[in-house]
């Protein structure tokens, strides 16, 4: 039930580009991302619904795919700042509050 | 504004002890969420309240855990009696109603908890 995240982990140099994915073994009716740097606490990054309605910080953007059951989070132009863990959580029509949480893609940006 | 507030931020504590952790949310936020969170495990959801009131607590991993919001502004976690397996970051998150589903959490700084 678990969401699966890929990659698990992800190296870029600064100015590169990356996605990470979220699985869902289940139908899809949210999808929330956040970002924990290390030692810290998530922060939200975007929420993305079935069909269609989404919010999020503008830097930031992200798919919905729901034959797939899947949503995809786009990093462009990294930046140092870009480092940390991205989780995915997701939720479900009945009960949109209780979230379920991939293990977490790992992302370091290098200069 | 604060952020959500949460105390002790570490905890160290001998196995059979009971432990407390105490959050306070976001003034005006409806929604209280307490999180676990373990390398193997991930981020999980043990209990959320709404208007101080439990909604979900599936997550609560047995009776050994409880938790209560007696008033908007403070709610507790409680562990008694705490075991090794307990050792974990608690995250206390707190979210506005939203427009329909569209919601976004603040998470505390946490408490990491050691449990020898």
């Known amino acids: 039930q678990q969401p699966v995240q890929s990659p698990q982990a992800v190296i870029l140099r600064e100015g590169e580009d990356a996605v990470i994915n979220c699985s869902s073994s289940?139908?899809?009716?949210?999808v929330h991302w956040y970002r924990q740097k290390h030692g810290e606490a998530p922060v939200f990054l975007m929420i993305?619904?079935?069909g269609g309605e989404q919010k999020g910080h503008d830097k930031i953007s992200a798919s919905f795919n729901e034959k797939k059951q899947q949503s995809s989070l786009y990093l462009t132009a990294s930046q140092l700042s870009y480092s940390g863990t991205y989780f995915c959580?997701?939720?479900?029509?009945?009960?949109?509050?209780?979230?379920?949480w991939g293990l977490g893609t790992s992302l370091a940006v290098n200069p | 504004d604060a952020g959500v507030i949460q105390s002790p931020r570490h905890e160290v504590t001998e196995m059979g002890q009971e432990v407390t952790l105490r959050c306070k949310p976001i003034?005006?936020?409806?929604?209280l969420f307490w999180y676990r969170q373990t390398m193997m495990r991930g981020l999980e959801l043990l209990i959320y309240?709404?208007?101080?009131?439990?909604?979900?607590d599936s997550g609560m991993p047995e009776d050994r855990f409880s938790a209560k919001m007696p008033n908007a502004s403070f709610s507790t976690l409680k562990i008694q009696p705490s075991e090794p397996r307990d050792s974990a970051v608690y995250f206390c998150?707190?979210?506005?109603?939203?427009?329909?589903?569209?919601?976004?959490?603040?998470f505390g700084p946490g408490t990491r908890l050691t449990v020898t």
């Open positions: 998150a707190s979210s506005r109603a939203g427009t329909g589903a569209i919601y976004e959490q603040y």
């Open positions: 003034s005006g936020h409806d929604y």
């Open positions: 309240f709404n208007n101080n009131v439990p909604i979900d």
């Open positions: 289940k139908a899809l009716y949210s």
């Open positions: 993305l619904l079935k």
């Open positions: 959580g997701t939720g479900d029509a009945g009960n949109n509050r209780k979230l379920i």
